[in-house]
């Protein structure tokens, strides 16, 4: 483990772990990665990588600029946020 660790230090890639007794910490992005994976993962192949990550990016684009919340007043994340710049 000490090796990964100085491996990941050495390419400047920081290991994100939740605090101890915490477990809220990545929740957030959790409840991302599971509905990313319902939504356009599960049942599909993807026969490369390009066509893979295309598809990542058409979804993240879908999911700021057009998914409605209902916590959220029905609104996507952008226009959430811009409501709360204007006001």
């Known amino acids: ?9 050495e ?3 920081f290991q ?3 605090r101890m007794g915490n477990c809220h910490d990545k929740s957030v992005m959790e409840n991302f990665f599971g509905l990313h994976k319902q939504e356009i993962y599960y049942g599909v ?8 990550k295309s598809e ?8 700021n600029e057009q998914r409605i919340k209902e ?3 029905w609104l996507s994340l952008v226009k959430y946020r811009l409501r709360l710049l204007a006001a």
């Open 11 to 13: 390419e400047r890639i």
């Open 16 to 18: 994100s772990m939740s």
């Open 45 to 52: 192949i993807y026969y490369s990588y390009g066509e893979l």
């Open 56 to 63: 990542i990016e058409r979804y993240i684009k879908y999911y």
């Open 71 to 73: 916590k959220l007043g």
């Open 1 to 9: 483990m000490k090796a990964y660790s100085q491996r990941l230090k």
